[in-house]
Each structure stands twice: as structure tokens, then as C-alpha cells.
């Protein structure tokens, strides 16, 4: 969180190249390493900015840089590791591994909703002289709801390792800082998928294993709730445009629509749990009974 907000703070930004709805700007550090931040306002709620970015199996999906992407591993607190293979420019550069831990989103009061990404190393998942695995340094996102609707900014800090061309450097740090545009424009023509925003600070929840399947759009996490809480969880009316079948199973829920379109408060019971959606054919229900 620290070196976010170092960045986050900093008066040493140098204008970038602004593609759509971002302002682009980097930092070139000391020993080379080139940053760079995008940031902008969005007429979309915080909410469904979240569910995307804390869904890696889209990633593929809305990135074309990207062949595969998956969680790994989740710990309790709903943190967890990414695996993702970026695609290479060949002849010139070769597909890149990446594996990172995922700090999931923690409010701050100046730097809003916050999810963090670096490189990290498991035994699970070597790295062998058939792959390249790139270096993320990090990957910062900072979230603010507003009334004119979500302030983002997006830092990105990463090697990607291996002989690189220098106007193909040029290149990467171009779609780094267009990399919210594609954020936005998947979730304002697709829609959001449906996601629980835990709270790490609160610690209200621990995370058994989510999933969602981009072809079906379905949905389906185990967890267990530690206090009766109330949280915000996503139904898009684009990714599900007659409705969608809420099953909760293992606790006491209550699903309820917010000011926001698509974006619903969802109270849960203390206790263990499974959540799916699926498509439905007649609005929002929650195991069976009109939302």
C-alpha cells in the first residue's frame, strides 16, 4: 500500500499519450524502470469497476494481449495468485508468464477502493527454460465513487524480462495505460459479472474458491461469512438481459437493489456458504422469490 501511495502522491508525473477516456502520464525511476499511470472519471458505479478486475477468467476475454488467466491459489482473506501467459509479438518477443499475488480491495481514505498486484514465487509454479516470466513490480488500481460517477487511477511498474527492442518497450507502456479503456468498454457493452466486494479491511469474509465462466456466465463462490454483514454484489442487466437466478445455500441472504443500476446489497448470516447465478427468464431472484 505504501509504494501506492508514494505513486499516488507524486508531483514527478510527465505527460503520456492519452488514449479515450484516460489521461496518461510516467515516471521514469533511477535505475531505468519506466511507470506509468492512467487515470480518469467514469460514468460507471465503483461496483461493477471491481467485479472486472477481480474476475481474472475474463481477462482473455476483453485484453487481446492476454491468452490465459486464472486464479491459482485463494487464502482466507481473499487474496490470492494469478496466473496469466501474455502473448509475445513474434518473431521479435516471445509469450511471457506472469504469476502475482493479488491484494484484494482495501478502503482507504485517500486513496479510495485499492487493489494491488506484484510478482511473487511459488514451488507450485516454477519457471523453466521454456518460459520467460515477466516481473511485475506493481499494479495498483484506486477506485472513488462520485456523483459524476467512479475516479480511477491505474499504475503499472513491470519487466518484461528477456531481450525486448526498445520500441517495442515503447510499445507495451501503450497498452498499459490503455488498459482502462478496455475495462470500460467490456463493461458498458458486456456488462459486469457478478462478483461479492469484500472488504478486506472490515474481514468479514473468508474465501474458499470463486469462479465464473465466461461462456455461460456463470457464477459460483464457496465462503464462509464470520459476522452477519451486508455487502455489495453486482447482477448486470447487459450480461444477463432477462434476469438472473440467485441460489444462496448455507446461510440466511437478503438481496435488495442500490441507487445504482445493476448493483445490489447483499446480507448474509454468519456461517458457511454457496453462491451461484445463473441466467433466469424473469428478472433478479434469490433462491426463487422476485428480487
Given amino acids: 500500500m505504501q509504494k501506492v ?6 508531483t514527478e508525473w510527465q505527460p503520456h499519450s492519452s488514449p479515450g477516456n484516460v489521461k496518461a502520464f510516467q515516471i521514469a525511476l533511477p535505475d531505468g524502470q519506466v511507470v506509468t499511470k492512467a487515470m480518469g472519471t467514469v460514468n460507471l458505479p465503483k461496483a461493477k469497476l471491481q467485479s472486472l478486475l477481480s474476475t ?3 481477462r482473455p476475454v476483453f485484453d487481446s494481449r492476454i491468452k490465459t488467466c486464472e486464479w491459482v491459489s485463494r487464502v482466507e482473506s481473499g487474496n490470492g495468485m494469478v496466473l496469466s501467459i501474455a502473448n509475445g509479438q513474434w518473431p521479435v518477443v516471445s509469450d511471457r508468464e506472469v504469476l502475482v499475488s493479488i491484494q484484494t480491495w482495501q478502503d482507504d481514505e485517500d486513496l479510495g477502493s485499492v487493489l494491488i498486484q506484484q510478482s511473487t514465487e511459488d514451488d507450485r509454479f516454477p519457471i ?16 472513488k465513487q462520485t456523483e459524476n460517477g467512479t475516479e480511477f487511477v491505474h499504475f503499472q511498474n513491470q519487466d518484461p524480462s528477456g531481450s525486448i527492442p526498445s520500441a ?3 510499445i ?3 497498452e498499459q495505460v490503455n488498459f482502462m479503456n478496455k475495462v470500460i468498454g467490456y463493461i458498458q457493452s458486456k456488462g459486469a459479472p457478478p462478483c461479492i466486494l469484500m472488504n478486506q479491511t472490515e474481514g468479514n469474509f ?8 465466461p461462456k455461460t456466465s456463470e457464477y459460483s463462490g464457496d465462503f ?8 455489495h454484489f453486482v447482477i448486470d442487466k447487459l450480461l444477463y438481459p432477462r434476469g438472473a437466478q440467485v441460489q444462496v445455500v448455507g446461510v440466511n441472504a437478503s438481496l435488495k437493489p442500490t441507487a445504482f443500476d ?11 456458504m454457496t453462491i451461484t447465478v445463473k441466467h433466469g427468464t424473469n428478472g433478479v431472484t434469490l433462491n426463487g422469490q422476485a428480487v
Fill in 5 to 10: 501511495r508514494e505513486l499516488y502522491n507524486s
Fill in 128 to 143: 523453466t527454460s521454456s518460459k520467460v516470466r515477466a516481473i511485475v513490480h506493481i499494479i495498483g488500481f484506486c477506485l
Fill in 262 to 272: 445493476g448493483v445490489y446489497e447483499l446480507t448474509l448470516s454468519v456461517g458457511q
Fill in 172 to 174: 507495451i507502456r501503450g
Fill in 206 to 213: 473468508h474465501v474458499t474458491k470463486t469462479g465464473f465462466n
Fill in 224 to 231: 464462509t461469512v464470520l459476522k452477519q454483514n451486508t455487502t
Fill in 168 to 170: 517495442f518497450l515503447s
Fill in 56 to 58: 481474472p477468467a475474463l
